[in-house]
């Protein structure tokens, strides 16, 4: 079935570092959702992208999806201590037709930074 | 008042005890979902239910059943709960279209013992 991969697992950072999470999909995918869980928290919905090879901005954080839709990044730039958390990306199969309503999360990476 | 509310919120239980985990959503969605969160492994889909009669298994559906009471309320069971069910469960909904999003409720930290 369908992996998605996501490195590093961990990252730990002083604040105003920059940080970078990678996010590989065994299969194509229709489309990429990003999440964001605090610590003790639930997920929460950051963005998603669908078109090959698209940037989105928000504020620090930067998304991209590769060209063959296999592949997301999350960067941000500057990091600060609201940053803390467990980003995840998720993605249904590429021939869901758009729905989202079956989506594979990857394991999540885990962003600390130090004051 | 949170959208989609989780109950209980934390449960310590023994080795064959049934228990049920409930949903509720105020945010008028078709779509539910159960998940677990292991640390490590992510989220993993359990069930999801597109409606009151549509209930689909997910990935790892074994040793777990559902029931959709109504549009807005999900409930998770374990009919004998197992220690290796010691997770955190999330309760998600959505509604479909262009950007399906899925808005996860406070989870359910359980213990088994």
């Known amino acids: 079935g369908q992996q998605v991969m996501q490195i590093p697992q961990y990252q730990h950072v002083q604040e105003g570092e920059d940080f970078t999470t990678y996010c590989n999909s065994s299969t194509t995918l229709s489309n990429i959702q990003w999440y964001k869980q605090r610590p003790g928290g639930h997920p929460v919905f950051l963005i998603q992208?669908?078109?090959?090879?698209e940037v989105k901005k928000q504020k620090r954080l930067t998304f991209q999806f590769g060209e063959a839709k296999k592949n997301s990044s999350l960067h941000i730039t500057a990091t600060q201590t609201t940053d803390v958390g467990t980003y995840f990306c998720?993605?249904?199969?590429?021939?869901?037709?758009?729905?989202?309503?079956?989506?594979?999360f990857g394991k999540g990476t885990l962003l600390t930074v130090n004051p | 008042d949170a959208d989609v509310t989780q109950t209980p919120r934390n449960r310590i239980t023994k080795t064959g005890k049934r228990i049920m985990l409930e949903c509720s959503q105020t945010?008028?969605?078709?779509?539910m979902y159960w998940y677990r969160q292991d640390p490590g492994l992510g989220l993993r889909l359990i069930y999801y239910?597109?409606?009151?009669?549509?209930?689909n298994k997910g990935e790892i559906s074994d040793g777990y059943s559902v029931s959709r009471q109504a549009q807005a309320k999900f409930s998770l069971s374990l009919e004998s709960a197992i220690p290796n069910q010691t997770a955190l469960y999330f309760c998600?909904?959505?509604?479909?279209?262009?950007?399906?999003?899925?808005?996860f409720g406070p989870g359910t930290r359980l213990l088994v013992l």
């Open positions: 998600a909904t959505s509604r479909p279209g262009l950007q399906e999003t899925q808005y």
């Open positions: 992208l669908v078109k090959s090879g």
């Open positions: 945010k008028g969605h078709d779509r």
């Open positions: 998720a993605g249904p199969p590429g021939n869901s037709g758009g729905s989202n309503y079956k989506l594979t």
């Open positions: 239910s597109f409606d009151v009669k549509d209930i």
